[in-house]
């Protein structure tokens, strides 16, 4: 800690802010304004000034990467909350927390100083501000895969903020419970709370970055449903207004785009799309990844899309979402190769076929035993021989079924005839 623990201190004034802002170094700075916040006095002027101090300490400790100093900041602050509004003192203590969000590595960090603000907050009755730094902490939970706590927290949250009717809040609230479900592979419960989230959302002005977070997760769910079309259109909606914005979440948008136009079979319009003038500044190993498996998909090539998943493993497997698509689209690869390869054949060896895609052969033979119980073709497994045996597919002939329904009916007519002349003889 720096001097904040000094018993001097500098008068809460434009000259103290200035001087700290002319010091030579970032530690000068710190202390300066550490200074500038012991001042005792409590006049309008000097209030304002210490508000200044902090924001200033704040980015010079974020810049410096001292997580630790922000959240002791807090504490130290917590008798200056008591001099100013509760908007301004909730204003800060989410600004801290932003920047505490920045420092790389700092996830368990922000959870215990979320959990120390809950606590603090509850004592002061500070409901608005509690409110908001409980959907922080539930959000960070989420993050850390705690999705049991997570849970706990926002189902209480919920039921607290639609009492008070904080539609705002309440957006935030629902959308974090969608992904949260969706992360429990629960999607009827995670579109509940996207609907909810929409309809909260129709009531009020929602800011574009809020809007585009529910589009991008209505895009995320529609492609979990395979409906690829709609999500894409969702998915464009978000990156525009990412895009406009300058938010990182933009480049996610555009590798979810490119993802649905080749899983709906349009790989070729992946390159039109990389080229326009909104998506090159994105250019990078995201967007890369995406051309690379677009081009193996356009190739029918196992071997271009596994180079794919091995040279961008960061960004295609280590993404939960792409990576759950693409181990679709890998499988339905295979099947079209492997149908492909043994089409000429009534019986050939399964080293042959391994060597021909050039597979392993136990993954091969595993594939191949999975697509005849899926009746994908109709076939054997000669394990002893290391053989596959297709059988020819018996086509029924279309007359068939109709001339025993035509029997069918004229039995029907036969019957009635008799049970009609019956009661004529009679």
């Not at 926002?154 to 629902?174: A, M, S, Y």
């Not at 709609?230 to 590798?255: G, Q, V, W």
């Not at 190739?299 to 280590?318: C, G, P, V």
């Not at 595993?366 to 297709?390: E, H, N, P, R, W």
């Amino acid at each position: 800690m720096y001097s904040s623990m000094e018993s001097t201190y500098l008068p809460a004034t434009t000259e103290s802010i200035a001087k700290a802002q002319e010091a030579k170094d970032a530690s000068e700075s710190i202390s300066i304004l550490y200074r500038v916040i012991q001042d005792p006095s409590s006049s309008p002027d000097a209030l304002r000034t210490k508000e200044l101090a902090i924001t200033n300490l704040t980015n010079y400790l974020t810049k410096e990467n001292r997580a630790e100093e922000l959240r002791n900041l807090l504490t130290q602050l917590r008798p200056f909350f008591s001099l100013i509004p509760k908007a301004k003192t909730a204003k800060i203590v989410r600004g801290v927390i932003d920047a505490v969000a920045k420092i790389p590595g700092t996830s368990d960090l922000q959870v215990s100083l979320c959990k120390e603000m809950v606590e603090w907050t509850r004592a002061e009755k500070r409901t608005f501000l509690r409110q908001r730094v409980e959907s922080r902490l539930a959000a960070l939970l989420l993050e850390n895969r705690e999705y049991t706590e997570a849970l706990t927290l926002l189902t209480g949250l919920i039921k607290e903020v639609r009492r008070l009717d904080d539609k705002l809040l309440l957006v935030d609230i629902d959308l974090l419970e969608s992904k949260l479900h969706f992360s429990l592979r629960n999607l009827p419960k995670a579109k509940a709370s996207l609907t909810a989230a929409r309809t909260a959302a129709n009531a009020i002005y929602v800011p574009p970055a809020q809007q585009g977070t529910i589009d991008l997760q209505s895009g995320i769910l529609h492609a979990e449903e395979k409906d690829y079309k709609t999500a894409y259109s969702y998915f464009f909606e978000a990156f525009e207004a990412f895009n406009a914005l300058e938010d990182p979440r933009a480049i996610f948008s555009l590798k979810y785009m490119l993802l649905c136009k080749i899983m709906v079979n349009q790989a070729d319009d992946v390159g039109g799309i990389i080229s326009s003038k909104a998506s090159l500044k994105y250019v990078g190993p995201d967007v890369d990844a995406m051309k690379a498996v677009a081009d193996a998909y356009s190739k029918r090539s196992l071997k271009y899309f596994e180079t794919a998943l091995r040279d961008y493993k960061a960004q295609l497997e280590e993404d939960p979402i792409v990576h759950r698509h693409l181990s679709s689209l890998y499988d339905t690869l295979l099947e079209q190769n492997l149908c492909r390869l043994i089409e000429p054949y009534s019986k050939v060896e399964i080293e042959h076929i391994a060597q021909m895609i050039e597979l392993p052969i136990d993954h091969v033979e595993k594939k191949l035993s999975q697509m005849i119980l899926d009746k994908k073709f109709a076939g054997t497994l000669d394990q002893g021989a290391g053989c596959l045996i297709i059988f020819e597919e018996l086509t029924t002939e279309a007359i068939f079924p109709a001339t025993l329904e035509t029997i069918s009916n004229v039995g029907k007519v036969v019957d009635s005839l008799y049970m009609r002349s019956a009661k004529i003889m009679a």
